[in-house]
């Protein structure tokens, strides 16, 4: 292996570590991270790697694997079930954007078929891009991810047929060679036609009936190294498949994916694949940012930030404009047109082979590719405009329901009665014991009240409610809330204003428990505690030790840990002495637990 291979490795894996924690942690993102690594080791920055498009050419690999496993998460049934979205919105996106654009080149006074390619190729969004955003934010489930999936799944089938007609837009005659030239670029139209249906039907049933064959076979040899191989050959052999009758290798994998996502190796598919996806998606972003030309910024500043912002605005307000038409409450819609308003990896691709039938010049194609680029490195900014103004403004608009009247006041008051809660307040209903439930999430209200239980929608952290349900005659108040925080605002007040109230409250962790110590509350209960401990006590039990001897240390350890709890309250703040006192702990319990059962029990 040479040293230059060695040395180009460490500086993409080098400048991915540094640079995308540091964007990570002013809430950047990662891809603006790797853009900004790109830059610095590529040709404009430190010069460490000097021919950023061969990596390019590597590292779309990513964009098709992403897709790929895309389609291992989508059955059939939920493509069928956004067939609306991805035909109709997607069809009229790529429409309305290619038309919008070619109209406005026009006008500049370019040729209608130059107009006509540079359209087609802008109407095109990053489905690198947008899809790391949607997944890093957990969006896929919500209408705004659902959308943009309908809207770039219909892009990438839209480039097989504008490959297709770009050679039509020539001026003259030229012989094209490269990126998009296939095996059946010589037969007649009807002929590739059947080809192309042949070769994705071959695909399709070669997933559904072949595959399991496949991998049951590889299982079977119980080396993992070998699924993964194999998994990474499927995914390679699809791309070269499809790049041979000139299909986009990303919708190949995708349709790939899309059959296996009934298959019982789906998971362990997708647990293979899934570094390679995120390095080489890290690696394709580096090179995106690699390649921007910052000499042809430097000569024309004014037109490509002009033009940037210009594409995207006409992109965002197509975009909102059809979100409307197809229904979208606002709040989704707005992040919708953000998110969607860049260019794509694709263009790159389209502006390479307009370049070469002599439909854009060579200045052109650069020029376009860092318009491009700029696109990308914009759009976690407008994310990030999205996620702190326009988010907060419409979260404030929604209906809020009214808190309800407590009609119902009894000795012991419960707040939250989620997963922690539930099992407590159960226990004490199904001993006839009487609670007055106040619970802020109104689902969990309905939920409760379907299975017979009684409980009001309030908000326990406040002091009206608190009185509303009782807290001045109450004996107890048990809170069992999630957030640490909620839970010790509703501890300090009822402690203020309630003093005669008995307070039993949930702990996240230690830091929370001394949070509630120095309040004063006695009762205090770490909700996962019990459970890990009942746990370790059966994985014990399981590795062959009695059942009775088990019984007898888990008793003990729970003493030690809840007298050790109490004890380090003293100096818990005290970080020198809290390591050194739970050093010691720690050597006591073990020799505590070492000891004869026998001695223990006594």
């Known amino acids: 292996m040479s040293n230059i291979l060695l040395l180009n490795i460490f500086a993409f894996l080098a400048a991915a570590c540094i640079v995308v924690p540091l964007t990570s942690r002013f809430k950047l993102g990662s891809v603006l991270g790797y853009l900004v690594a790109g830059i610095v080791i590529g040709p404009f920055g430190l010069g460490l790697i000097k021919d950023p498009e061969k990596i390019m050419h590597f590292a779309e690999f990513g964009v098709v694997m992403m897709l790929f496993l895309i389609g291992l998460e989508l059955e059939p049934p939920v493509l069928w079930r956004l067939r609306k979205s991805i035909i109709g919105l997607g069809g009229l996106q790529v429409l309305l954007t290619t038309l919008v654009f070619m109209l406005l080149a026009i006008s500049l006074g370019y040729s209608w078929q130059m107009s006509l390619a540079v359209g087609m190729a802008l109407s095109m969004s990053s489905t690198a891009l947008v899809f790391q955003i949607i997944e890093e934010k957990n969006l896929m489930k919500t209408p705004l991810g659902e959308n943009a ?52 039907s071959g695909v399709i049933l070669g997933g559904k009936y072949f595959s399991r064959s496949l991998f049951r076979l590889v299982a079977k040899t119980n080396l993992r190294e070998i699924f993964t191989a194999t998994s990474l050959a499927l995914v390679v052999g699809i791309t070269l498949l499809m790049q041979m009758v000139g299909i986009s290798p990303a919708l190949g994998a995708f349709v790939a994916g899309v059959t296996l996502a009934n298959s019982e190796y789906r998971r362990t598919i997708e647990t293979d694949i899934e570094p390679f996806k995120g390095l080489l998606l890290g690696l394709f972003f580096i090179s995106v940012g690699m390649g921007m030309d910052f000499n042809l910024f430097f000569k024309h500043p ?38 969607m308003s860049q260019v794509g990896e694709f263009a790159f691709v389209l502006f390479q082979v307009a370049g070469g039938l002599k439909l854009l010049n060579q200045e052109q194609v650069k020029f376009l590719n860092f318009v491009v680029a700029l696109s990308f490195a914009l759009t976690p900014f407008l994310m990030i405009i999205y996620n702190k103004f326009i988010v907060p403004r419409f979260m404030s608009q929604l209906p809020q329901r009214d808190f309800d009247t407590i009609e119902q ?20 209903m199904g001993q006839g014991v009487k609670l007055t439930v106040l619970e802020n999430n109104p689902d969990q209200i309905e939920l409760l009240r379907k299975f017979g239980f009684k409980g009001y929608f309030g908000d326990a ?65 770490r909700e996962t505690f019990d459970s890990s401990l009942t746990m370790a006590k059966q994985i014990m039990i399981f590795l062959g030790k009695k059942e009775s001897d088990m019984e007898a240390k888990a008793k003990q350890f729970m003493l030690h840990d809840e007298a050790t709890l109490k004890k380090s309250f003293e100096f818990f703040d005290n970080e020198p002495e809290m390591v050194n006192f739970s050093r010691l702990r720690r050597e006591e319990l073990e020799k505590i637990l070492q000891e004869d059962v026998q001695e223990t029990r006594v």
Request: glycine fraction near 8%; hydrophobic fraction near 55%.
């Open 461 to 525: 952290s406040r002091l009206d409610l608190l009185r509303g349900a009782g807290a001045a005659k109450a004996e107890m108040l048990i809170i069992a809330v999630d957030d640490p925080d909620t839970c010790l605002t509703i501890a300090r007040i009822a402690v203020e204003e309630f003093p005669n109230l008995k307070i039993c409250a949930r702990a996240r962790n230690r830091r929370h428990a001394y949070e509630l110590h120095k309040l004063g509350i006695k009762c205090i209960k």
């Open 149 to 200: 999936f309908s809207v770039l799944l219909f892009q990438d089938i839209a480039v097989i047929p504008i490959l297709v007609v770009l050679p039509f837009l020539a001026l003259s005659p030229v012989e094209t060679h490269g990126h998009h030239e296939s095996i059946i670029s010589g037969l007649s139209g009807w002929m590739k036609s059947l080809v192309i249906v042949l070769v994705i």
């Open 302 to 339: 004014i037109n490509l930030v002009g033009v940037v912002f210009l594409i995207v605005l006409i992109k965002a307000l197509i975009l909102f404009g059809l979100g409307k038409l197809f229904k979208l409450r606002m709040l989704h819609n707005s992040g919708f047109a953000f998110l």
């Open 409 to 428: 006041k009894h000795p012991i008051i419960m707040a939250g009665f989620g997963r922690f809660g539930q099992v407590v307040g159960r226990f004490l």
